[in-house]
């Protein structure tokens, strides 16, 4: 190499390197801030790189620090070091690969794989052929250095190796598998590991060596080390996700090598062998081996299931009455407010984040403990069994109950509670085959519920929790009231009693499995919301900061649930002064204040007037933390100050605001007169925010504003119209689906208000609202959203809407023939016939769908079914004796004829 470095600056670096390793903290200190004002010097990263490769008289912890240093200041000042200096540090890292000393050798490894993170992998275009090339080295400690630095690239880098190294990979793979003979436990691990990299991509370079790469697998399976049996685990898995097909051949032999895996006494081995059965019972093309191989798997699932003693030893307060005892504040996981959304009343919506599999149903054992309540083979085991339950139903219980039985009659509190584990992880799947024993199983499972050991309070609350649906909906032909009275009330009672458990797993159960139930319940709770407002009261009294998030969403789920039935004096005395309690003793910048505005915004719209006398203070507060975050945030923008605020802050406060807007309705006048300028001021900076979750909430809170306090909204209307243009003419990532449907629900809204005031507006909205209308890439309910509000526009403005309807109308009928019957779908079907007496002759060739939609009403009021008949009539009248072939344009036979029978027997027609 043509740089050499100064002497005594070499020497001065050596000695502040040497004195990094003392123990000395002082010391350290002083020469880590030394060693940090060298970077601006620009060969100083070159001077570690030689100290780290080339001083091998030096002592292997100078050398090593030098590595670190090194290898830190690349991570750190990406930018600063000069390229020719990183030019320089490569073919150091490659050589050091090359050292007698290991420790150097991994260091070197993180060297090169920091550089590679750092700049890119394309950065070092030749990086692969070098690090190939020394695997085929005598020296096996060379070639687990680089095996081990090719393993963490292929980790890192594995899509652009695909993309931009193939040609390399089709020879690089097969020395791979040649590695998985080799004699180094450490190659052989390492090896699997670059290889597995590459599965799911289901690449070429892969699949043509596929037989050798699943081969070189078979011989591993004899191999005791628990690091081998982990990667090799890992590949089945993926292998059996992207190319079943290719296990088939062997896949007993598979399948009992996976089987021994899951009970390795090694727990790491054991999770990473039980997600093959995950995966086993989730590809279609298996169902039938599936079905073949349940007698062998189930056992060792329930195996899985139980608590082993180290589990037990790990979990915290396991026979402790612990409810006095507060919270460490880790234990309190971060929570994040999910932003409102507006559907359609009785809508089903599908805004939902994509659905990752969790195991949140089996977090019911969650504990203090971090680590604990990671995901572990106990819940891989039962989530397995839940899979498997909803692949192939009953069928499983053939081989489970008889199982199940012997260990629920286990003298050993381990063997039932998994059990009854087990029990709730087929509640879904197997409901149907459930039935016939549940009735045998429910004193038992609610006499658990008084269990002495908190593990299995807390799992039975949430097995019983799977199957309460059962209970308020029994088999046809049986009592309904009995059966309630039977199952249902002691069910009720049960939970709230475990809701006040003197043990804080098992009260954050018993409110979880009651939120369940709240849900399934609805309307039947109404008789029972006294006790159930008295026992959450005591909760308040009673729970520590982590089980109050689980209480406030009892709450709030049972507000949703019963909804204005809360509106009860009584009632309202005894649900109302905890929440205020809690009101009045919280922070405004403590975020545990979102589950409690969550909960009062539910509060708010079930109570409706009976919210009125706690309004002001609520609504004052969310106005005064909104302003205070947007100043914090524009203070942080400026530079003032390096903290970043927490915008969640500003979206359950739009939230809660919205809430108050629903429940009072035009009851709002005393809050908005006072204080209108303010909350105008605050939406219009919301919608204009950066967070799309904050743009989000503040649209819904707009058009709650347009539904009941539209006199204040309509002088600023041209300002907050502006942005609604915007979002809906936007056809970029800027604005993704969820502010685009709230921004055109509250069009909507707005438009029905405005009424006249809207036509300024249509020529900039109309033709991008049924652009959209027409990509039947968006989800559904945004579909359903710019329908109605199209023909909302079209009720205030027929004359100018009905010009496009036929960019529009069979889309419009199609999307809204079968959703639910409701005031929102009723004003949509008013403003269409305003439309189409405007322009009949637009809908003429595509009016079937028109009457196809029509048919599709159950629950219609007398005036929109007076629209209808002079809509039927005026057409019949006009197309004449085409009235038949009209109706027989709609494609689909069986709904010709129900179409047409519908509308003689409704409208004579």
Partial sequence: MDWQPEPVSLQQLVDLLQQSTTPNTEIHMRVTQQLRSFDNIPDYNKYLAFIFTHLQQENISTRVAAGLVLKNNIKMNYGIIPLEVIEYVKPCAIQALNDNIVDIRSTAGTIITTICSTYGFESWPELLKQLVSLLDNQNILIVESSINALQKICEDSASVLRYDNENDLYYIIPKFIELFNSPSVKVRRDAIDCANQFILMKADFLTCHMKNFLNGLYQCTSDPSPEIKKVVCQAFVMILEVYPNELMEELPNVVKYMLYCTQDEDESVALEACEFWLTFAE????????????????????????????????????????????????????????????????????????????????????????????????????????????????????????????????????????????????????????????????????????????????????????????????????????????????????????????????????????????????????????????????????????????????????????????????????????????????????????????????????????????????????????????????????????????????????????????????????????????????????????????????????????????????????????????????????????????????????????????????????????????????????????????????????????????????????ILRDIADNKEKESAFFGMCKMIEANPNAIIEDFVYFCDAIVHWTHLSPQLNMCFINILNGFKQMIGENWEQCLAKYPDEEMRHIIRQRLQVRYQV
């Fill in 283 to 814: 590809q279609p093309m298996m169902l039938m081996n599936l079905s073949s191989f349940i007698p062998d798997i189930v056992p060792v699932l329930l195996k899985g299931m139980i608590y082993s003693p180290n589990d037990i030893a790990i979990i915290k307060g396991l026979d402790e009455d612990d409810t006095n005892i507060p919270d460490n504040e880790q234990d309190i996981k971060p929570r994040h407010h999910k932003s409102k959304q507006h559907y359609h009343p009785e809508q089903p919506h599908e805004f939902n984040e994509d659905y990752e599999e969790s195991d949140d149903d089996f977090d019911d054992d969650d504990d203090d403990d971090e680590k604990y309540s990671e995901w572990n083979l106990r819940k891989c085991s039962a989530a397995a069994l839940d899979v498997m339950a909803s692949t192939i139903g009953d069928k499983l219980l053939e081989v489970l109950l008889p199982l199940l039985n012997t260990e629920l009659q286990s003298t050993e509190w381990e063997h039932v509670e998994s059990a009854i584990l087990a029990l709730g992880a087929v509640g879904e799947g197997c409901q149907e085959g459930m039935k016939v024993h549940l009735p045998t199983l429910w004193q038992f499972l609610l006499s658990n519920l008084d269990n002495p050991k908190p593990l299995v309070r807390s799992i039975t609350c949430w097995t019983l929790g799977r199957y309460a649906k059962w209970s308020l909906d029994p088999s046809i032909g049986t009592d309904v009231e009995l059966h309630r009275r039977t199952y249902f009330n002691p069910l009720l009672e049960k939970l709230l009693d475990r809701i006040l458990d003197n043990n804080k797993r098992v009260q954050e159960a018993g409110c979880s499995a009651f939120a369940t139930l709240e849900e399934i319940a609805q309307g039947e709770l109404i008789p029972y919301l006294k006790p159930i407002l008295e026992k959450f009261a005591i909760a308040f009294t009673k729970y520590q900061n982590k089980n109050l998030l689980i209480l406030y969403d009892a709450v709030g789920t049972l507000a949703d649930s019963v909804g204005e039935a809360l509106n009860q004096p009584e009632l309202i005395e005894i649900l109302m002064p905890p929440l205020n309690d809690r009101w009045n003793q919280i922070s405004d910048d403590d975020n545990g204040i979102f589950p409690l505005l969550e909960c009062l915004s539910s509060v708010a719209i079930a109570l409706g007037p009976g919210f009125i006398p706690f309004a002001q203070p609520i609504w004052q507060r969310c106005i005064n933390i909104i302003e205070r975050t947007f100043i914090l945030d524009d203070a942080y923008k400026r530079g003032e100050t390096e903290e970043k605020p927490d915008k969640d802050f500003i979206i359950v406060a739009l939230d809660l605001l919205s809430g108050i807007f629903q429940g009072l309705g035009n009851q709002i006048e005393f809050l908005m007169s006072s204080s209108y300028q303010s909350l105008l001021d605050i939406i219009l900076k919301s919608v204009r925010d950066d967070a799309l979750d904050v743009q989000q909430s503040a649209y819904a809170l707009l058009g709650d504003v347009a539904i009941s306090a539209y006199e204040y909204l309509k002088p600023r209307l041209p300002e907050f119209m502006i942005d609604i243009v915007k979002v809906i003419t936007t056809y970029n990532e800027n604005y993704h689906d969820l502010v685009c449907n709230n921004a055109i629900w509250a069009t909507g809204e707005i438009s029905l208000k405005a009424m006249d005031d809207m036509k300024q507006y249509i020529g900039s909205i109309i033709e991008p609202l049924i652009m959209k209308l027409n990509q039947e890439s968006k989800s559904l309910s945004l579909l359903e959203n710019i329908a109605i509000t199209i023909s909302r526009i079209g009720f205030v403005c027929p004359e100018i809407v009905s010009l496009h309807l036929p960019m529009f109308f069979k889309q419009w009928c199609s």
